[in-house]
């Protein structure tokens, strides 16, 4: 159950988050991203070329310890 509530308030922050840029451990860089969703494997942001899930492996360190 704390797993749900703990889900839905990094859903509720992200959602209202502002665009911004981060670069996966691969080089790939997402300009302007709004992150849209947060899920058990990735998260799943949206660019000015669309939607693209971005999973927490293909993101730094940093990044994934924000999201878990």
């Known amino acids: 159950m704390s797993t749900r509530i703990l889900t839905f ?6 959602a209202g988050a502002l665009s911004e840029d981060f670069k996966t451990v691969n080089g790939k860089e997402y300009k302007d991203a709004t992150i849209t969703r947060v899920e058990p494997d990735g998260i799943v942001v949206k660019t000015n070329s669309g ?3 971005v ?4 993101l730094p360190k940093d990044v994934q310890e924000h999201f878990h």
Do not use: P
């Open 9 to 14: 308030l990094i859903l509720s922050l992200a």
């Open 51 to 53: 939607v693209t899930k």
């Open 55 to 58: 999973y927490f492996t293909e």
